[in-house]
């Protein structure tokens, strides 16, 4: 893929860090509306909760884990980070796209089935329902952390592919995180 411009990528890497910023925000949603129908005694406030957590998954989750998938790619395909030059975007890529599959077909369905039963007066032990917004939660924490510390070097096809010193390699370098 051809390197984008220094004003696409920028807009692209405002689109994925807000959209990822999102996620997270979601996810802690989730988790705080799981944790509340589970702990709550009341069937009308499991239900309320359970339900509004199904809007949440019909509505945001698929679209915000799409987007910031596919930016994310955009990002690394576009920019001389690259997709597998470096230990830390090669996790990130399979850790986000682990999570928006099991979002689509874990969780969303879950959701699903929970509410449709707390509506039907016959709420259920929604204890996954605070498993795996925790999991998800703890994951995005992480994905967050490696993005600005960047650690463990490159990968084997990374250091194979570092271009030589000199203006060329300093033009296609990303730059040194500010500490």
Known sequence: MQQLSRPAR?????????????????????????????????????????????????????????????????????????????RWVVTKFWLTLATTLLSAFALRPEIGRLAADAVAGRPTDGLGLVIAPSVATATYLFVTAISVLKPWGRTR???????????????????????
């Open 10 to 86: 920028r807009a692209v890497l405002v689109v994925h860090v807000a959209v990822s910023v999102g996620w997270l925000g979601l996810t802690v949603g989730l988790l705080a509306l799981g944790v509340t129908g589970f702990t709550t005694g009341s069937p009308g406030t499991t239900a309320a909760a359970y339900r509004a957590m199904k809007i949440f998954a019909d509505w945001l989750v698929i679209p915000v884990a799409l987007i910031a998938l596919l930016s994310g790619l955009v990002l690394s395909l576009g920019t001389p980070w690259g997709l597998a030059r470096h």
């Open 157 to 179: 096809r990374g250091s194979r592919t570092r271009p030589a010193r000199g203006h060329a390699a300093a033009r296609d370098t990303p730059a040194p995180a500010a500490e």
